[in-house]
T-cell receptor
Framework: AQSVTQLGSHVSVSEGALVLLRCNYS??????LFWYVQYPNQGLQLLLK??????LVKGINGFEAEFKKSETSFHLTKPSAHMSDAAEYFC????????????FGKGTMLLVSP | DAGVIQSPRHEVTEMGQEVTLRCKPI?????LFWYRQTMMRGLELLIY????????DSGMPEDRFSAKMPNASFSTLKIQPSEPRDSAVYFC????????????FGEGSRLTVL
């Protein structure tokens, strides 16, 4: 069964610092992987996705993630944090059931201080 | 383009009352998903439909929960009778056939059962 593990329920950075949110996956087949962001009182919004093309994926708002098969990882990064990046981030893996179901990690809350 | 539309955005009810949450998926999407989000459990998939047919309802917690999709543009999630532990944010999401599995989420319905 496919699953994802997000390391750290909370990550704190200063404005302008590097953002690194960790995600490791488990999948018996080549995975499709996703990062979503959730701002307070809103739904989840897709940041980026990996679908077996380029291993370095660029998304919205300056975020990117690198798929590393050897490490079973799909960590999310951004070179310089903005206050507006404060939100909860979810890593997800497509469940290979023939339908497009996603299994989500527990989420990581990103806190950005001035 | 209109996204996934959910109603109500907020619902406060008393234990034992019936609750109905509504969802309109994105036009042309053929899969619809209901998720529940709580602090303790994170995002849980409750049920999903493909072409209006329920495919997997193994995530529905109890018989008090039921979901229907009478047509391609409307789905309901009903809780009867409601209990305080049902308090959560309920999200509806949709996706299209043949895609990479990306889900498009609504803004959610925040349910509080007193």
């Amino acid at each position: 069964a496919q699953s994802v593990t997000q390391l750290g329920s909370h990550v704190s950075v200063s404005e302008g610092a590097l953002v690194l949110l960790r995600c490791n996956y488990s999948s018996s087949v080549p995975p499709y992987l996703f990062w979503y962001v959730q701002y307070p009182n809103q739904g989840l919004q897709l940041l980026l996705k990996y679908t077996s093309a380029a291993t370095l994926v660029k998304g919205i708002n300056g975020f990117e993630a690198e798929f590393k098969k050897s490490e079973t990882s799909f960590h999310l990064t951004k070179p310089s944090a903005h206050m507006s990046d404060a939100a909860e981030y979810f890593c997800a893996v497509r469940t290979n059931s023939g339908y497009s179901t996603l299994t989500f990690g527990k989420g990581t809350m990103l806190l950005v201080s001035p | 383009d209109a996204g996934v539309i959910q109603s109500p955005r907020h619902e406060v009810t008393e234990m034992g009352q019936e609750v109905t949450l509504r969802c309109k998926p994105i036009s042309g999407h053929n899969s619809l998903f209901w998720y529940r989000q709580t602090m303790m459990r994170g995002l849980e998939l409750l049920i999903y439909f493909n072409n209006n047919v329920p495919i997997d309802d193994s995530g529905m917690p109890e018989d008090r929960f039921s979901a229907k999709m009478p047509n391609a543009s409307f789905s309901t999630l009903k809780i009867q009778p409601s209990e305080p532990r049902d308090s959560a944010v309920y999200f509806c999401a949709s996706s299209s056939r043949g895609g990479t599995g990306e889900l498009f989420f609504g803004e959610g319905s925040r349910l509080t059962v007193l």
